[in-house]
């Protein structure tokens, strides 16, 4: 399975706009083949700050996600309204039952 996790500090102008277009990505990633959880959330710390969390299946479902037209206008659409540049980060895991 792989994680992603991914950070953007959004422009003050631009939260309302930021959080349309992040509910509009995950509700269509979470029909994507291989999309096993796909979220976005407001840092309830900093209102900012809006935090995504996704599960894939595998490498290619996450390398199929970023090559459709959707997600890449996504990402350059909150860039955009970005205040600093995003971060993202991926890890490779495996569930664990105790």
């Not at 930021?18 to 509700?27: D, G, K, M, P």
């Not at 996704?54 to 390398?63: F, G, I, K, Q, Y």
């Not at 090559?67 to 569930?95: D, K, N, Q």
Request: aromatic share 6%.
């Amino acid at each position: 399975m792989i994680i992603v996790t991914g950070i953007v500090d959004v422009r003050p102008d631009g939260l309302d706009e930021a959080l349309t277009i992040s509910l509009e990505h995950v509700r269509r990633s979470r029909t994507e083949p291989g999309c096993m959880l796909h979220t976005v959330h407001q840092d309830v710390e900093d209102a900012n700050r809006v935090v995504f969390l996704e599960h894939w299946t595998d490498r290619a479902a996450l390398v199929d996600h970023f090559a459709v037209p959707a997600s890449r206008g996504f990402a350059a659409a909150i860039t955009a309204l970005a205040s600093t540049p995003p971060v993202m980060t991926l890890y490779e895991a495996e569930p664990f039952t105790p």
